[in-house]
């Protein structure tokens, strides 16, 4: 039998054997520091600079970006990053809350090359109930998770936003090609992807996430490996050093809260320099 089977069957083992004794308070808080470790290990990690979301933006050299799409872009961190390395790359921000985007509004006020536009994207024009705290005015989400009750403390008011669709600010703003889309936008994910109809298919590389609020939303990974790979690109999990592309699997559905990215086959450079 192969090393990696014996390992998988003794380890499949010891678990049988020590969810029989489930509740002794050792075993437990063992049970807990292994958690946080698989979450380590999993890349629950939310700084760009150190999530590999920064080695992603740097990658982008072999591409040459033109034209970004920062969905979610709240105060504007990941388009400075991605400013401070693309200095000629005409960035377009969307942040859909109004106080956040007057934050957003004064960071961006003496940049070039940036749109900044106080309205989000979703899969259909209109308008969008989001869910806020009174407490952080930096965090928002048209899905709480009902029930939950951190969700039920921190997410006490709301207030009913404009959203429009990818596909109609395309051609609102006579874009023809895309170079890459990051969406930040809590559980709305796949219906910004969706709201860019066929014109998937002029955006080289699309940056998401997915995690706790696809619960409510109800959209899975299947979900956006299906759309995605059926339009022509390669899913991957960003990690600090490399992208791990993959075909589908129920096991990854975890919902950790992870930064996801979809790159278009015909991007073979791009593709080996993100592996690397």
Known sequence: MEPRKILHKLFSGIGHLLALFRG???????????????????????????????????????????????VGANRGDWSALVRQRYPRCHIHAFEILPATFVQLQSRTADWQQVTINNIGLAAAPGTV????SADDNLTSTAYPLEGLAEHAAHYT???????????????????????????????????????????????RVIQFEYGIFNIASRDLLYDFHALLTSAGFRVGKIYPRTVEFFDYHYSREDFLGNNYLAVRRQETELLARLQR
């Not at 049970?31 to 150190?50: E, I, K, M, P, Q």
């Not at 740097?58 to 033109?66: C, G, H, K, S, T």
């Not at 709301?158 to 559980?187: F, N, R, W």
Request: charged share 25%; hydrophobic share 45%; glycine share 8%.
């Open 24 to 70: 002794n308070r050792l075993l437990e808080w063992l049970a807990a520091h292994f958690g946080a470790l698989r979450r380590r290990f999993a890349n629950v990690n939310f700084d760009s600079r150190s999530n590999g979301e920064l080695r992603v933006i740097q990658a982008l050299e072999v591409i040459d970006p033109q034209v970004v799409l920062d």
């Open 129 to 132: 109930l989001m869910h806020t």
């Open 157 to 203: 008011g709301s207030e009913v936003c404009p959203v429009t669709t990818g596909a109609h600010y395309m051609q609102e703003h006579d874009l023809d090609a895309i170079d890459m889309l990051k969406i930040d936008v809590e559980g709305m994910d796949l219906q910004v992807i969706k709201g860019f109809g066929d014109g998937l298919r002029q955006i």
